[in-house]
């Protein structure tokens, strides 16, 4: 049979096993910060109706209109999409299951996202974000919290980045702000870009957001929301920047904040770092009064952020180095037969200790034993050899103190009952 090779698709990355460890980290260090402030996991499908993201996220934004897996359903013609994010299928979800009736949610998700851009460092077609969605609450008290638990998380990281903040304000003074902005970029029609032409009529906001440097000048002239937020908005960011404040978190107001989803109103928010090049913004997040009722659920207000768990996870090895972690505590090694039945019942009693035990399988010559022994970093090594065994008896040698430096220590001469007694405690 002709051989064929299969790669990966372009994008789309393997997390190989000695990347698990730092992986490890962030997870659990997110999972239980969020739990901390008593957010609970929510798991949503990988697949939607496309319908739900063109209505959530919006037609007119660089997602829907070109970086969308989407595809029909060649079973029943239905239009599905690889979620390119997950807060509208969290609100879907939320309204599917009457989750804000009795009581306000706070929710938590870490799980695989999909948009077809063009990959660089940082930007993967599939990527991963963790997120946390508090559905039910008028704010700003939760957008404080959300923006202390990410302030958290990235102190017991270790990692420094910027908190650059800005008001979207309410539907109307966006209108006003809108129709301000599309007079004073077609007084300046001479210097868009094609990019920014299609958008003036449709979505404006988003030019703000160029990164073309001919048109830099132009945009910082151009009238800011921020002057067209009424007393209610002006006292929410207020408050928003008070309660920042005196948590101690630094930010700066960014009035060119834009973010690429339609669905914000007053506070947004973007977590950056300047460790990463062009693709620095670990975390983007803000409120979302208008989405839950814009997909059929009854009005209520809501907020949340996702974070981009590549990004942070590259940002941890650049600082921290890579995580390592032993495959195990205990390495058992055996010379096969018998012996290797006592090497599976002592790491059986291990294991109820708590202990993570490998049993050597494989080859019994005891150098490549001890090979494997070493390569799995595990602090100690049982040996089951046959004379011992006959003895009711293996050797126990130390590899690694704690902190996994190497040990020479003499092997010991245990009695089997013995061996979980001496890593019991
Ligand atoms: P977003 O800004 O589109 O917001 O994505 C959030 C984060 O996901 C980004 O800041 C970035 O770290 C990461 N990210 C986005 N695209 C990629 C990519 N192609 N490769 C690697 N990382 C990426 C949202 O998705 C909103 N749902 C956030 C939110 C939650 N707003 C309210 N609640």
Redesign the pocket.
């Known amino acids: 049979m002709a051989k064929v090779k299969i790669v990966g698709i372009k994008g789309m990355n393997d997390m190989l096993p000695e990347d698990a460890a730092i992986w490890e980290k962030f997870e659990d260090t997110a999972r239980s910060i969020a739990a901390s402030y008593g957010y609970r996991q929510i798991r949503t499908p990988i697949l939607e109706a496309t319908q739900l993201f063109t209505r959530g996220i919006g037609e007119v934004t660089d997602i829907v209109e070109k970086e969308m897996y989407s595809f029909t359903d060649s079973m029943n013609g239905e239009a599905l999409t690889l979620r390119p ?3 509208s299928a969290v609100v879907r979800c939320a309204i599917e299951h009457n989750l804000t009736y009795n009581a306000p949610q706070r929710l938590w998700y870490f799980g695989p ?1 999909f ?1 077809h ?1 063009r990959p660089q460092r ?4 599939q ?1 991963h ?1 963790f ?1 946390c ?1 508090a559905l039910g609450f008028n704010g700003p008290d939760v957008d404080i919290e959300l923006l202390a638990m990410t302030s958290r998380l990235w102190k017991a990281l270790g990692i420094e980045a910027r908190l650059e903040l800005n008001s979207l304000g309410a539907l109307e003074e966006r209108a006003a702000h809108r129709e301000a902005l599309i007079a004073y970029f077609e007084k300046h029609a001479d210097i868009l870009d094609e990019d920014a032409k299609r958008r003036l009529h449709t979505n404006p906001l988003r030019i703000l957001d160029t990164k073309n440097p001919e048109m830099q000048e132009m945009v910082n002239a151009a009238p800011k929301l921020l002057d067209f937020l009424g007393e209610e908005s002006l006292a929410f960011l207020a408050k928003l920047e008070a309660g920042v404040q005196a948590l101690g978190i630094n930010y700066s107001i960014n009035p060119r904040l834009v ?3 339609d669905y914000y109103n007053h506070t947004v928010f ?1 977590w950056i770092t300047d460790k990463l090049g062009s ?1 620095g ?6 409120r ?1 009064d208008p989405l839950i009722e814009m997909l059929g659920g009854r009005p209520t207000p809501a ?6 768990a ?2 942070v996870i590259e940002l941890v090895r650049e600082t921290a180095g890579d995580v390592v972690k032993a495959d195990c505590d205990v390495y058992i090694a055996h010379q096969g037969g018998h012996t290797e039945m006592v090497a599976r019942q002592i790491g059986e009693k291990l294991r109820d200790c708590g202990k993570r035990v490998i049993v050597h399988a494989g080859s019994t010559s005891f150098k490549s034993m001890m090979k494997r022994a070493d390569q799995s970093l595990a602090q100690w090594c049982v040996i089951c050899g046959e004379g011992e065994v006959n003895e009711n008896c293996v050797s126990v040698k130390r590899l690694r103190d704690a902190a996994g430096n190497q040990q020479f220590a003499e092997q010991m001469k245990v009695e089997i009952d013995q061996v979980t007694e001496l890593f019991g405690q």
């Open positions: 994010e997950n807060t996202m948009r851009e940082g930007r993967y077609r990527f974000q997120g969605e973010r690429g989803l973007e693709q913004t670990i975390c983007g997040g803000g979302y907020v949340g952020f996702a974070i981009g590549e990004r």
